[in-house]
C-alpha cells in the first residue's frame, strides 16, 4: 500500500527559528519519487522539491533543506530561519512507477505558523 | 510560460444546480489529474488521464461527478447535480510522467 504519514499537524515557531516538517512513506515500489509542495494562505499549490528513490544525498536550497534516508522510510523537510511568509501547510507526497500509475498519494498536512 | 489554468477560480451555486470545471494542462504534458480539497479529507484525487483517456477514476465519489479530456488541451469536471457536501476545491495539476505534477489555483466551489 502507498501511504504518506506527516504525523504533526500544527507548529508554531518564533521567526529565526529552525523547523523540521516530518514525513514517512510506506510503498512496495523499487522506483518512486518524493514530494514537498507548500499551500500558502492564498491556496495554490506549490511545487517545493522531487527526489527519486535512487538519490539519497540531502539537498539545500537557500533555507530550505531536506533529509531523505530509506532506511527509516522518510523525507524530512526542514527550514532555516524561519521567517513569516514560510507560514503555509505544507504537504509531503509519493508517487510510485508500477501499479499505482502515476498517482500522487498526499500526507494530511503539517500547517506551519511562524510568528513575528 | 502559463501554468495550469483552471476556470473558474470561484463559483458559488445553489444545491440541483450543475456544476462545470474546466482546466486547461501545460502543453506538451500528457497526465492530468483533478484533485479535490477539504478540510475533512485533506486532498483526493479524483481521477486521472494519461494522453486524453481515463486511467483511474476510483476517486470520483458518486455517479453525479464526471470527467472528460476531449483533447490535450482541455478537461472538464461536472459535478450533475450539485449538493452542498461538494462544497470543496477542486485541483487540476499535469505533468509529464513520472516527473512533478503542477497543479493549478484551484476553483473554489461553494455549494448552497
Known amino acids: 500500500a502507498q501511504k504518506v504519514t506527516q504525523a504533526q499537524t500544527e507548529i508554531s515557531v518564533v521567526e529565526k527559528e529552525d523547523v523540521t516538517l516530518d514525513c514517512v512513506y510506506e510503498t512496495r515500489d523499487t522506483t518512486y519519487y518524493l514530494f514537498w509542495y507548500k499551500q500558502p494562505p492564498s491556496g495554490e499549490l506549490v511545487f517545493l522539491i522531487r527526489?527519486?528513490?535512487?538519490?539519497?544525498q540531502n539537498e539545500i536550497s537557500g533555507r530550505y533543506s531536506w533529509n531523505f534516508q530509506k532506511s527509516t522510510s522518510s523525507f524530512n523537510f526542514t527550514i532555516t530561519a524561519s521567517q513569516v511568509v514560510d507560514s503555509a501547510v505544507y504537504f509531503c507526497?509519493?508517487?510510485?512507477?508500477?501499479?499505482?500509475?502515476?498517482?500522487?498519494?498526499f500526507g494530511t498536512g503539517t500547517s506551519l505558523t511562524v510568528i513575528p | 510560460d502559463a501554468g495550469v489554468i483552471q476556470s473558474p477560480r470561484h463559483e458559488v451555486t445553489e444545491m440541483g444546480q450543475e456544476v462545470t470545471l474546466r482546466c486547461k494542462p501545460i502543453?506538451?504534458?500528457?497526465?492530468l489529474f483533478w484533485y479535490r480539497q477539504t478540510m475533512m479529507r485533506g486532498l483526493e484525487l479524483l481521477i486521472y488521464?494519461?494522453?486524453?483517456?481515463?486511467?483511474?477514476d476510483s476517486g470520483m465519489p458518486e455517479d453525479r461527478f464526471s470527467a472528460k479530456m476531449p483533447n490535450a488541451s482541455f478537461s472538464t469536471l461536472k459535478i450533475q447535480p450539485s449538493e452542498p457536501r461538494d462544497s470543496a476545491v477542486y485541483f487540476c495539476?499535469?505533468?509529464?510522467?513520472?516527473?512533478?505534477?503542477?497543479f493549478g489555483p484551484g476553483t473554489r466551489l461553494t455549494v448552497l
Open positions: 488521464f494519461n494522453n486524453n483517456v481515463p486511467i483511474d
Open positions: 495539476a499535469s505533468s509529464l510522467a513520472p516527473s512533478d505534477q503542477f
Open positions: 507526497a509519493l508517487s510510485g512507477s508500477s501499479e499505482t500509475g502515476n498517482q500522487f498519494y
Open positions: 527526489r527519486n528513490s535512487f538519490d539519497e
Open positions: 502543453s506538451g504534458h500528457d497526465y
